[in-house]
């Protein structure tokens, strides 16, 4: 059959890798389509680079605008990154009626809405399963397996850098700051981890798998982060002499009444026994709890080339078999457009560590100041002697809203010398 051609845009870390299985999997990708693929163009801001595949020079380009636009190309795979140019170049091949495949996390999560609208007005698809998790098949599963059932929340770890940091912050004691170092080293880490250690990329994440897994659009904008700049080695000793481990999570979980939902992303504490307590190094692992089908699990490599790629080449064969076939996958879905409510309408826990004053009565003051929020302490035990006394405690599940109200009350109580820490607890219910 007449191959079908494919527009690349970028030659990084991910797109050397797409090209690598697009020529040694030539035969087998064509017998799964039902048509040979052929490279038909390579779009990258500088001809001359070194590149880590061997790549015919004619079929590079600066041009890429003029590349997507060419008559002849039926697919297109977007793995620059960022906002611009690629939500321009995506818009583009969608509105000729081209199919594309991103992997463009922070773009879908700012403006999904405008690529779903230009993929709808061209009649092409849009796929973007290396956007979350890497290798990890976790978006089409929400997208099309689980349509049938109704998810009531998606909890996991989806950033592999603040993984490793943790991980080694847990196994070794290393602070912060040498774990990030050694992640810097191996190359988990840039050189600017600001976007990973900050949370600005699992709250990217966290909102395309709200979207999906809920029926409605959210933005990052709408996603509570927080990052892990601020968890210490003592935060992460404490926590495992309790039996928990520290981890970064994305937490997209529908309200009791079915009416909202809320996002976050934030460091918390889970019980070592927990299954996402074992994703070590920098493994992603997502939870997806639904009514009919239960808990899910879904683990594997969230990043790197070959892993992104991979999920890459996954979409790209579906995209094609449907541009042979004259069908779409499946478009957007926000029938239910549904509320995202804010952080402290949220319901959950908290591990809070005190440093106090060793005289009679803390207890029971601290205590009152906890019920005036109707926040009850499920556990509550006392360390230390004199300068080094603190209350350590962990509530039962409170809106986040009284939580913080009861925070900032004990700051300003004569007999609480500092609020040591707050991590929220999640997994044990």
Do not use: W
């Not at 602070?175 to 250690?197: I, K, M």
């Not at 190094?281 to 997502?286: K, P, Q």
């Not at 004990?410 to 500092?418: H, P, S, T």
């Amino acid at each position: 059959m007449k191959p079908l051609k494919v527009a690349l845009l970028g030659c990084g870390v991910v797109g050397s890798q797409v090209i690598r299985l697009l020529h040694e999997q030539a035969g087998d990708l064509a017998a799964r389509v039902g048509a040979p693929l052929e490279l038909a163009g390579v779009a990258v801001r500088r001809l001359g680079r070194k590149r880590d595949v061997e790549i015919d020079p004619a079929l590079l380009t600066t041009d890429a605008e003029a590349l997507v636009a060419r008559d002849d190309i039926d697919l297109v795979i977007e793995v620059i990154g960022g906002i611009e140019p690629a939500r321009s170049l995506i818009v583009s091949a969608l509105s000729r009626g081209k199919s594309v495949v991103t992997a463009n996390k922070a773009l879908l999560a700012e403006d999904g809405a405008t690529l779903h609208e230009a993929a709808r007005a061209g009649n092409g698809d849009l796929y973007f399963e290396a956007s979350v998790a890497g290798a990890i098949p976790l978006l089409r599963p929400l997208r099309e397996s689980l349509a049938g059932d109704h998810v009531k929340r998606v909890l996991g770890i989806v950033n592999g850098t603040t993984n490793y940091i943790l991980d080694k912050m847990d196994s070794t004691g290393a602070s912060f700051t040498d774990a990030l170092e050694e992640a810097q080293t191996l190359g988990y880490a840039e050189a600017d981890p600001t976007a990973d250690v900050e949370g600005f990329d699992a709250a990217a994440k966290a909102a395309i798998l709200a979207g999906l897994a809920f029926h409605s659009r959210v933005t990052a904008a709408e996603v509570h982060r927080e990052g892990i700049t601020d968890i210490t080695a003592t935060d992460v000793a404490s926590a495992k002499a309790m039996g928990y481990v520290i981890k970064l999570l994305a937490i997209c979980a529908r309200s009791d009444d079915g009416r909202s939902f809320g996002v976050r992303v934030h460091p918390a504490m889970i019980p070592r026994t927990h299954p996402l307590a074992g994703v070590r190094e920098a493994y992603n692992a997502v939870f997806v709890e639904a009514e009919s089908a239960g808990q899910l699990m879904f683990y594997g490599k969230g990043a790197g080339g070959a892993p992104t790629a991979s999920a890459v080449l996954g979409d790209l064969v579906a995209v094609a078999r449907n541009r042979l076939a004259g069908t779409r996958g499946p478009e957007e879905s926000t029938y239910a457009d549904l509320a995202v409510h804010p952080m402290g309408e949220t319901v959950t826990r908290c591990h809070v560590a005190l440093d106090v004053a060793d005289k009679p009565g803390v207890l029971a003051r601290v205590a009152d100041l906890f019920a005036k929020h109707d926040v009850s302490i499920q556990t509550v035990r006392q360390e230390g002697r004199g300068d080094d006394a603190q209350l350590v405690i962990v509530t039962h599940r409170a809106t986040d809203a009284a939580l913080s109200a009861t925070m900032e009350e004990l700051r300003e109580l004569d007999i609480v010398r500092a609020v040591a820490s707050v991590m929220r607890v999640e997994g044990d219910e």
